[in-house]
């Protein structure tokens, strides 16, 4: 079963958009997170991380060049995702002052981070996350988690929301019954009428012959006993 723990590995996540909050930047952490549970699949796997080291004080009035430059970002990050098996980008909404529109479909997967509802005592990492990942297969699973992440191994422990599950059972369910405009099923009343339903081109085996009727050729009949076809050449 999917989670945030194991997203990675799950098939289809070439492009993943991390999309942090103000108040929950926990997305490097969820990064150094997957990396652990991925080193301990394949040892030798091999990370190369880029990082954008402009100041945040560069964008607050967001200039004409913001566009630009975000246009050719999203250019550069498609051709990147079908270069490498797999890219994974962090989206940080206090960089300008409106959400860049449509930032959920531009990667294969996109997941939310927000603030953990409640207070909590502990010195590990505690927010939420929201899935949105497109399956290979065309199907899309969407979740919603409560994370603990160990503030020192990185390790990462979730849990799904209950509305999550009354999600998930509503999608079983509209899956198991058969989408159609018409009925289809017949009750045993229906079925019984069927079966007593004599249509005309049925032969009726069990009626019987009340009548019949016989004809005997007349002179001024043309009937003729030789086959007209044998008089031809061939």
């Given at each position: 079963?999917?989670?945030?723990k194991?997203?990675?590995?799950?098939?289809?996540?070439?492009l993943?958009?991390?999309?942090?909050?103000?108040?929950?930047?926990?997305a490097?952490?969820?990064?150094?997170?997957?990396?652990?549970?991925?080193?301990?699949?394949?040892?030798?796997?091999?990370?190369?991380?880029?990082?954008?080291?402009?100041?945040?004080?560069?964008?607050?009035?967001?200039?004409?060049?913001?566009?630009?430059?975000?246009?050719?970002t999203?250019?550069?990050?498609?051709?990147l995702?079908?270069?490498?098996?797999?890219?994974?980008?962090?989206?940080k909404?206090?960089?300008?002052?409106?959400?860049?529109?449509?930032?959920?479909?531009?990667?294969?997967?996109?997941?939310?981070?927000?603030?953990?509802?409640?207070?909590?005592?502990?010195?590990d990492?505690?927010?939420?996350?929201?899935?949105?990942?497109?399956k290979?297969?065309?199907?899309?699973?969407?979740?919603q988690?409560?994370?603990?992440?160990?503030?020192?191994?990185?390790?990462?422990?979730?849990?799904?929301?209950?509305?999550?599950?009354?999600?998930?059972?509503?999608?079983?369910?509209?899956?198991?019954?058969?989408?159609?405009?018409?009925?289809?099923?017949i009750?045993?009343?229906?079925?019984?009428?069927?079966?007593?339903?004599?249509?005309?081109?049925?032969?009726?085996?069990?009626?019987?012959?009340?009548?019949?009727?016989?004809y005997?050729?007349?002179?001024?009949?043309?009937?003729?006993?030789?086959?007209?076809?044998?008089?031809?050449?061939?």
């Amino acid at each position: 079963m999917t989670s945030i723990k194991t997203l990675p590995l799950s098939g289809g996540t070439k492009l993943i958009i991390l999309d942090e909050e103000a108040t929950a930047m926990h997305a490097r952490k969820l990064i150094a997170g997957w990396i652990q549970t991925l080193i301990e699949r394949d040892a030798s796997r091999v990370f190369s991380l880029l990082l954008f080291s402009d100041s945040k004080s560069s964008y607050q009035n967001e200039p004409k060049p913001f566009a630009s430059s975000l246009s050719k970002t999203i250019w550069f990050l498609e051709r990147l995702s079908k270069q490498v098996p797999q890219v994974i980008c962090i989206y940080k909404r206090d960089f300008i002052h409106s959400k860049i529109p449509g930032i959920e479909t531009l990667g294969s997967t996109y997941v939310k981070i927000q603030k953990s509802p409640g207070t909590t005592i502990s010195k590990d990492f505690n927010y939420t996350v929201e899935l949105l990942h497109r399956k290979v297969g065309g199907g899309v699973l969407r979740q919603q988690e409560i994370v603990n992440q160990n503030n020192v191994s990185c390790e990462i422990e979730s849990r799904k929301l209950e509305q999550s599950r009354k999600l998930d059972s509503a999608c079983e369910d509209s899956k198991s019954k058969i989408e159609s405009s018409f009925r289809i099923e017949i009750n045993e009343n229906e079925m019984k009428q069927r079966q007593e339903l004599t249509l005309p081109y049925m032969i009726n085996t069990n009626a019987m012959n009340t009548s019949k009727i016989h004809y005997h050729p007349e002179d001024i009949d043309d009937f003729d006993e030789e086959d007209p076809d044998d008089d031809l050449c061939f």
